[in-house]
């Protein structure tokens, strides 16, 4: 699995608000790599612009040797990269396993029939939620909809996972278990960006980080260094760290 | 083994259905030709409209289109040529309006297709009168209400077939999706607005042929005749009264509300309107996902 993730000088305006403000940085392939800022310093919009939710006023965004910057959405999924979102949105219409179906029939490759419903079973296993596809999203925990999201997310088969917070909201049991599914990837050879608050997280997963303050980088490097580094903790961590 | 004795029994049904004409009296089966037609209607406009929750009232739109068609070129070109040029100019439309108005969402798409309705009646109407100066035409085709009938009922099996056939394919879980949330379906790797323009397009189409091949049984048409649009609210109600998001829904909902307005036309026409719009508030009200699915709550409430 090849696949590099490229983003330089990346902008993006929202009125009179710049929301990301020149971001340069890459994620190498099989690398889990973490996106760290305070709230509202343009975490999500960069994901957004990677993912094609939104479109960049300026920069580009290449993986594995293509220009996303401009495709849409849809496109980029088949180019291999897929996302979790913030606040996870299942699709209530549709039961827990046609949520992840709807993935493998439109992913990387196509799947469908009786071939994509092993795939789906499959990958509702991997993330615990094994024999429970006929149920319906609704009357899922917020857990097990974040759960669920993976999955739908897996089920486009990509190279680059962008996760959004997802272990934001799990509690310790569930958060190791959370810790050691996004390391399992890993192990696949799957790249990953993870956005995270939980530093217990992001240090057992992310050899690098990437730090944003205001829509702009203030640091990057070996996830020890950048976290110790003093703009990191008078932006990110607070007076009570320091 | 079932699905054997499924398609033998469809089969036997249709046979029936194709023979009914020389079973029932002219009455009847100008009836069954009325109902075909609303069914066809009703299953069309679900088949976009279900699982995307578009609702669209454009219905007469194209099955005027459709009807006027007809009524043109009926004496120019050969039947099914003139079926032909219905189609592909329902198509064309559709393909119009559905770039311009698929990114609208919601209310604002509903309102939209209202109007396109409107603005293609006194189009039409403004045309009639000022440029060829005529109100109204003439068509003058061989055919008795059976021959009618026998189109629709073909359309209308073409119809459920490509409703079943979507339904059953991923595009009907893309279509499902899309309904739910589009974002989300995007990043699934759907071609939203390729899809929803597509099925939006197909629907229409039969719209338009549901029109022209019903537009002989006029053999005096002029717009506020086929571009009333009491059809698009007709064709709403009974999709949704029967459940716009299943295969039969439509047809369940079509047979009852086509009787009871062909009884209420007849015997209350002063106060049609009323009743219609009484109607469409209390199924809306107390049948929101329509009969089917409330059969399925009943059902599943009985059991447990
Ligand atoms: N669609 C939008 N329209 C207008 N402003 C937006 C939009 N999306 C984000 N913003 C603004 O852009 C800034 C960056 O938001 P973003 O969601 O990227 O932050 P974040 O780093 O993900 O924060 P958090 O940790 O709270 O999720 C914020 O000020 C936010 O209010
Ligand atoms: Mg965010």
């Known amino acids: 699995m090849n696949g590099r993730l490229e983003i330089t000088g990346l902008k993006k305006r929202f009125g009179g608000l710049t929301a990301v403000n020149g971001v340069s940085f890459a994620v190498e392939p099989g690398e889990v790599i973490g996106l760290l800022g305070p709230n509202g310093s343009g975490k999500t919009t960069v994901m957004n612009m990677v993912s094609g939710a939104l479109r960049a006023d300026a920069g580009s965004i290449r993986f594995d040797g293509v220009e996303l910057t401009r495709l849409k959405p849809n496109k980029i999924a088949k180019h291999g990269v897929a996302r979790t979102f913030q606040l996870v949105r299942p699709l209530p219409t549709l039961s827990v396993a046609e949520n992840v179906l709807l993935s493998f029939a439109f992913g990387r490759k196509r799947h469908w029939g009786r071939e994509a419903q092993m795939l789906v079973e499959e990958k509702l296993e991997f993330v615990g939620l094994g024999g429970r596809g006929g149920e319906e999203v609704g009357n899922l925990t917020y857990i097990d909809q974040k759960r669920m999201e993976l999955a739908r997310a897996l089920a486009s088969e990509p190279k680059l996972l962008l996760l959004d917070e997802w272990l934001a909201g799990l509690n310790p049991s569930e958060l190791r278990i959370g810790i050691d599914l996004v390391r399992h990837l890993q192990g696949l050879g799957m790249s990953v960006l993870l956005v995270e608050h939980i530093m217990e997280a992001v240090r057992a997963l992310c050899s690098r980080c990437v730090v944003m303050s205001a829509g702009e980088v203030i640091a990057s490097g070996e996830s020890e260094a950048v976290l110790k580094a003093p703009q990191v903790i008078s932006a990110y961590l607070g007076d009570d760290h320091a | ?304």
């Open chain 2, 1 to 304: 083994m079932k699905q054997t004795v499924f398609i033998l029994l469809g089969l036997a049904v249709l046979a029936l259905l194709a023979a009914a004409p020389y079973l029932l009296s002219d009455y009847g089966t100008a009836l069954l030709l009325g109902m075909t037609g609303y069914i066809t209607l009703a299953t069309a406009w679900a088949m976009f409209s279900g699982p995307t929750r578009y609702v669209s009232l454009a219905t007469v739109a194209f099955f005027g289109i459709g009807a006027y068609t007809v009524a043109v070129l009926s004496e120019v070109l050969p039947y099914p040529l003139v079926l032909l040029v219905a189609a592909l100019i329902g198509l064309t439309v559709a393909i119009i309006v559905g770039l311009s108005t698929l990114r609208l969402a919601g209310v604002y798409f509903v309102i939209f297709t209202f109007g396109l309705a409107e603005l293609v009646r006194q189009t039409v109407t403004w045309w009639e009168v000022n440029v060829t100066e005529t109100l109204g035409r003439y068509i003058f085709l061989p055919f008795e209400g059976r021959h009618i009938y026998w189109q629709l009922l073909a359309l209308l099996v073409v119809t459920l077939l490509i409703s079943w056939w979507i339904g059953r394919s991923r595009y009907g879980l893309a279509l499902k999706a899309i309904g739910d949330d589009e974002t989300v379906a995007e990043h699934a790797g759907i071609n939203v607005p390729g899809l929803k323009l597509a099925l939006f397009a197909i629907s229409a189409t039969i719209i338009t042929l549901v029109g022209a091949i019903q537009a002989p049984r006029w053999t005096y048409i002029e717009p506020s005749i086929v571009f009333n649009p009491t059809v698009s609210f007709l064709t709403l109600i009974m999709a949704l009264l029967g459940g716009p998001s299943k295969l039969w829904g439509p047809m369940v909902g079509a047979i009852p509300l086509f009787l009871l307005f062909e009884w209420l036309s007849a015997n209350f026409p002063d106060h049609f309107s009323i009743l219609l719009g009484a109607l469409f508030i209390m199924i809306v009200f107390f049948m929101p996902k329509g009969i089917l699915a409330k059969l399925e709550d009943l059902r599943a409430g009985g059991a447990s």
